[in-house]
């Protein structure tokens, strides 16, 4: 049995859930409030704290674990980045009040309090800037700091920038961007007996994450019109064309498109004669 480290709270947890789940795999607790569940016939999921994953990985408590690029960047363990989920996407920012004179992490005062909860990466990024900071480590509510008294700079986690606009403070500078990721522990990845079946979980991972930007379109277009509709539904391999019983004027065009381009392909479809316009969602998409 492989275990998947998985968060059990947080921002992460239940896109992480929905993503296995999609995949095939759902999770079945044998517990409401259960810290484990059977993940289809090979795995067990552990639920634990978004922030330890990177640990448990590295240490081989977990093969593989979903998390924060921050998180692992934060852990500074070294495991196997597999695959990016694209999901949980925010930046690890510098931040100064707003009225304060620092443009560039390079204008902040020798001696600077930084308050952060990573304490890891924000170090480093300081000493490579050659700029002496001490670390204010906080486990939370970072943007408050400033107001406090307690720091003159924070190094937090940004998605929208609206939390630091409400307390004030202005962004300098970004240390890194991040997404959730799938990490997985060396050995395990080097271990014959397991390394295929954590291949194809991130395989499954990977089919589920494209076919969330396709959709499947079908549509009945005119026999004489084939040749433009070939260049409106290019497909994979270009559209599939199936056979329509009628007295043999139509055919139907099948293809997968990107979602975002739908609508266009629908109006150039329209344009060319084609009726019983078809769209669907694809689960999972193997190239
Ligand atoms: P949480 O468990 O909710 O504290 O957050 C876990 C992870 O969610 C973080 O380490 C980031 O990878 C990700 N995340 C995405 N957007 C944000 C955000 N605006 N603030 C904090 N974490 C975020």
Request: net charge negative; glycine share 6%; charged share 25%.
């Amino acid at each position: 049995m492989l275990r998947i480290a998985l968060p059990n709270k947080g921002r992460l947890a239940e896109k992480a859930l929905d993503l296995f789940e999609t995949a095939g795999l759902k999770a079945e607790f044998s517990s409401s409030r259960a810290l484990m569940a059977q993940l289809g016939p090979d795995f067990e999921a552990i639920f634990v704290r978004a922030a330890d994953i990177p640990e448990f990985v590295a240490d081989g408590a977990a093969d593989l674990g979903v998390t924060g690029a921050d998180l692992v960047a934060e852990g500074g363990r070294d495991v196997d980045e597999l695959l990016d989920l694209g999901f949980g996407r925010c930046r690890l920012a510098v931040a100064v009040p707003e009225d304060s004179p620092v443009r560039h992490p390079a204008d902040i005062a020798p001696g600077s309090r930084v308050a952060t909860s990573f304490p890891g990466v924000t170090r480093s990024f300081f000493d490579h800037m050659d700029v002496d900071i001490s670390i204010a480590p906080v486990s939370g509510a970072t943007e408050i700091a400033p107001h406090l008294g307690v720091a003159d700079v924070i190094v937090d986690l940004v998605s929208t920038g609206s939390t630091l606009r409400v307390n004030r403070l202005r962004e300098v500078a970004t240390i890194m961007e991040s997404t959730a990721r799938v990490v997985a522990n060396r050995d395990s990845m080097a271990d014959a007996a397991k390394a295929p079946a954590l291949r194809e979980l991130v395989a499954a991972l990977e089919s589920v994450l494209r076919a969330r930007s396709k959709r499947y379109l079908m549509a009945n277009v005119p026999r004489k019109r084939l040749a433009e509709v070939r260049e409106v539904l290019p497909g994979i391999n270009g559209p599939t064309i199936v056979e329509v019983h009628d007295a043999g004027e139509w055919v139907a065009a099948h293809a997968v498109v990107d979602a975002n381009r739908v609508y266009q392909t629908i109006s150039h479809l329209k344009a060319l004669g084609a009726e019983g316009i078809l769209v669907t969602r694809i689960e999972r998409l193997m190239p």
